[in-house]
């Protein structure tokens, strides 16, 4: 038979499945000998079979509850409705996973018409009393009936004002009794029945309460935001009510065992003297610091101090702790790991491994990898935000950070305005390469089309930069310079106000908190490298995100994406100079300049990366991304190539493709220009010479984009090889090298044995590898993604977390096939998912060596990389 209610010395801590946190942690702390009410827990699988039954408590059920009832009477010597000894009961939800505030509690339950005047004539206090039943007619109302709560407050405050009672404790009890009275009529008024005066009927009321409350709308949205399943249920806490408004000497308060905002090793909490649960957290007297608790009872607070301390030991983590002193005697309520911010997780995590508490591989546990993006961007204010008009939500959070300015519509204008020293957002449908310099110059992108890998994400992330993108409830205008949103236009010029790690747009300047690194993070991170079985490099090609990257320890760069290094203006002329033209000498002399820049980036990049192991990729878009688009840029580009537009317009024509990114781009695009990766390779080549003669040992990782075939790779190979011999010829050196593919089809994968055998490393690009497997366009998947992901057609959007049966499947038999035929070859992952937690679990999990990201998504990633260690350890 199942056993589905507990008495708090039946259980421990490791049952929180059965008995919910709260339980669970009650029955240890009982087990531990803490001086905690007595009580007993109705189990997770009786809310949902109670849930499953359509709302109905079992027969099973409600006998167990009585013969506990029965039991905990015994224990106790109280009893519900008794003359001397009166049994009063708290019951309070508690899931496995602590859902703060989402759920419902009812205290002083047992309370009716007759047994408040008991309670009265026993404790010689008919307000205290009454007060204690208004409470329960309040709250039962509330939880039990769904009264709107201000049906009670209403006439509560009123009455206050009316007889001039400055505080609730002011009102005398026979006005306590008279809010009674009334707020018994409110019952019939609103529900059109009594409230129940049986105390057995008030439990089993309450009981089915809480059970119904796990599927209220705020405790859904709470679950799904913390990604906690709507099928475990709750448990609900019986527990004898002790009082904390039961005079002078009596209180109420929580108290973590360190400060959850900074972390100090110090505890913080707050009480409130004569005041009952909700009292401290409801805001309607000023809380005292718990320190001042010294003053006033000071055994009670040494005594606090000794069990806020011992189960912080026990835990071995910072508790949150209720607390309630009747008559001077200390009672805990509840403990358990108390919700921190990202500073303070780090802080405590390293002290406790500092004082011997937990182990380093304990602290990767402690500190919830979404919440580390906090700790590297700035912020918004709470409160400021909270005042704030928004303009969007819809968007999505490509990029975190918070940031403020101007609007702009064009990347030139946030250029020029930036120049100017104006602060800017880039606000566009979207963005393209040619776009770059004016995202460089811009505080924050936004963008209404394209998804998290769309070209505005992956560059912004790249950069370190705040962006979100996808704001489909915004309407821009970039020839009249306006954007639309739900309640009004905003103009060029008007300041805005961008949440990337939320994806939401604010009007005008909400105050920001800059990110700072403690000493703790620089720890953290350091065990974090030491525990982790996957390396992290990032992803990068501009000095200050190397430098961000390098900032964070990555180790090396996993991706040089060489495109982007094209859009200098002097440059974009040498390259459509190339590729328009149809002399070959000026095509040679484009080139030939092109190289010298390409000389210089790659000694600024080898140079930065030192000694540690650094990817360049080759070219890599279709050539039409860098063509001009409107009819004056085509007529200043005919100029500059001294060609008339017709010409360039007909070149154009047979550079154009229906669908670029299945088209002419990666490697196929050498397979007809090979002077291309060989100008590239000569360049990357060059610079490492130069360096060697410094004596900085670099490690160049050259890695050919989009390849499908063994023999295309082959082709290319053999050409990049000519090339590195004739820059060791030249320079009289020995350089060191490794020469890869990235993989980014599915041909590629299903051949990954064949191309190992060839190749130094692989590199699995999975924007394009979940493009291609899906045939879903990663810049207009955004679109209906989030349709496919609300439908449950597809659990998380394949872009930003590993489709593991699909794109998983595809990487898990290529590296095995990969390793199994070259022991050698170093495998990684470049595209976006090699910053995703999740996903990184998964690489963890397979013959991947590292993963690479953005420099902003390192920290992250070596969390999740040596939390996946621990969790397949644990
Ligand atoms: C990829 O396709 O995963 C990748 C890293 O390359 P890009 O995003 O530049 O296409
Ligand atoms: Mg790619």
Not at 481 to 510: C, H, M, P, R, W
Request: hydrophobic residues 40%; charged residues 25%; glycine residues 6%.
């Amino acid at each position: 038979m199942t056993k589905y209610v507990y008495a708090f010395d039946e259980g421990q801590k490791n049952m929180k499945d059965l008995l919910g946190g709260k339980g669970a942690n009650l029955s240890e702390m009982k087990r531990l000998g803490l001086p905690v009410p007595d009580g007993f827990t109705i189990t997770t699988a009786a809310c949902i079979e109670y849930l499953e039954r359509g709302e109905q408590l079992s027969d099973e059920v409600k006998t167990q509850l009585q013969a506990q009832l029965e039991a905990f009477s015994a224990r106790t010597n109280k009893a519900f409705s008794a003359d001397e000894n009166l049994l009063l009961v708290s019951v309070r939800s508690g899931a496995k996973i602590s859902m703060p505030g989402m759920m419902d509690t009812i205290l002083n339950l047992g309370l009716n018409d007759e047994n408040v005047e008991k309670l009265a004539r026993k404790t010689n206090d008919a307000r205290f009393a009454y007060d204690c039943y208004r409470r329960l007619l309040q709250m039962f109302g509330e939880v039990v009936y769904g009264i709107p709560m201000a049906a009670f407050d209403t006439y509560f405050d009123n009455y206050k004002e009316t007889h001039n009672y400055q505080n609730d404790a002011d009102i005398p009890a026979e006005g306590l009794q008279e809010i009674c009275e009334h707020f018994k009529t409110v019952y019939i008024e609103e529900v059109y029945k009594p409230f129940p005066q049986n105390p057995l009927d008030q439990l089993l009321e309450a009981i089915e309460a809480v059970f119904k409350s796990w599927d209220n709308d705020r405790a859904r949205v709470y679950r799904d935001l913390n990604d906690i399943p709507h099928n475990i249920g709750t448990a609900v806490n019986v527990q004898e009510m002790v009082f904390g408004n039961s005079g002078p000497q009596s209180g109420t308060g929580v108290a973590f065992t360190r400060n959850p905002v900074t972390g100090e090793a110090k505890l913080f909490g707050e009480y409130l003297l004569n005041a009952q649960g909700e009292d401290v957290v409801a805001g309607i007297r000023t809380p005292q610091d718990i320190a001042t608790l010294h003053e006033q009872m000071p055994h009670v607070h040494e005594q606090f101090v000794a069990v806020a301390e011992q189960l912080e030991q026990h835990y071995q983590d910072m508790q949150d702790i209720e607390f309630t002193i009747e008559n001077e005697k200390l009672y805990i309520l509840q403990t358990r790991n108390g919700k921190r911010t990202a500073k303070a997780a780090m802080q405590i995590a390293v002290d406790l491994v500092e004082e011997g508490v937990i182990s380093k591989n304990d602290s990767m546990t402690k500190v919830d990898v979404k919440s580390i993006d906090t700790l590297l961007h700035p912020t918004f204010e709470a409160q400021a935000l909270e005042a704030a008009t928004v303009i969007s939500k819809a968007g999505l959070p490509a990029s975190p950070g918070a940031a403020t300015g101007k609007i702009v519509f064009s990347a030139e204008e946030a250029k020029r305005q930036a120049e100017a020293g104006e602060k800017v957002i880039l606000m566009r449908p979207e963005t393209s390469p040619e776009d770059i310099e004016g995202m460089i110059a811009s505080e924050a992108i936004v963008t209404t089309h394209g998804g998290m890998t769309s070209h505005a994400a992956v560059v912004a992330r790249g950069m370190g930069k705040c962006c979100v993108t996808g704001c489909a409830d915004l309407e821009i205008n970039t020839r009249e310079k306006t954007v639309t949103y739900a309640n009004g236009q905003l103009f060029e010029g008007d300041e805005i106000s961008v949440d990337g790690g939320q994806g939401d747009i604010y009007a005008g300047i909400v105050e920001t908190t800059s990110a700072e690194h403690s000493e703790a993070f620089e720890q953290f991170m350091a065990w974090t490298e030491e525990i982790a079985r996957l390396n992290v490099r990032m992803n990068a090609e501009t000095t200050p995100d190397i430098e961000a990257g390098y900032q964070f320890n990555a180790q090396g760069i996993g991706l040089v994406r060489t495109e982007h290094m094209f859009f200098g203006a002097e440059r974009l002329v040498e390259m459509r100079r190339f590729i328009l033209s149809s002399d070959d000498e000026t095509r040679t002399q484009a080139l030939n300049r092109i190289r010298t820049y390409q000389t210089e980036d790659f000694e600024q990049i080898f140079r930065l990366s030192g000694e540690r192991p650094t990817i360049v990729r080759l070219l890599d878009p279709p050539l039409h991304e860098f063509l001009p688009k409107s009819d004056e840029e085509i007529d200043s580009v005919a100029q500059q190539l001294n060609i008339s537009t017709v010409q360039l317009k007909q070149r154009m024509a047979e550079l154009h493709e229906t669908n670029p990114m299945l088209g002419h781009r990666g490697c196929r695009l050498t397979i007809t220009y090979p002077e291309l990766y060989v100008m590239q390779v000569e360049a990357m080549m060059k610079s490492v010479a130069q360096l060697k003669n410094e004596g900085i040992a670099c490690q160049p990782e050259i890695m050919v984009p989009l390849v499908s075939t063994v023999e295309e790779f082959k082709v290319l190979k053999a050409q990049i090889l000519e090339a590195i011999q004739q820059i060791e010829t030249d320079t009289n050196q020995s350089l060191h090298y490794l020469i890869g593919t990235m993989i980014e089809t599915p041909r590629a994968c299903l051949i990954a044995g064949d191309l190992a055998k060839v190749c130094d490393f692989f590199s699995f690009g999975t924007n394009d590898l979940t493009q291609l497997t899906f045939g879903f366009s990663r810049d207009d998947a955004g679109k209906f993604i989030n349709d496919y992901v609300n439908q449950h057609i597809l659990e998380v959007d394949p872009f930003q977390t590993l489709d593991v049966d699909g794109v998983g499947a595809l990487v898990r038999n290529a590296s095995e096939q990969a390793k199994a035929a070259n022991a050698n070859i170093k495998i990684g992952v470049c595209g976006e998912l090699g910053g995703d937690p999740k996903s990184i679990h998964h690489f963890h999990r397979m013959p991947i060596d590292y993963v690479s990201c953005s420099p902003f998504r390192v920290p992250g990633a070596k969390l999740a990389a040596a939390q996946s260690v621990v969790e397949s350890e644990g």
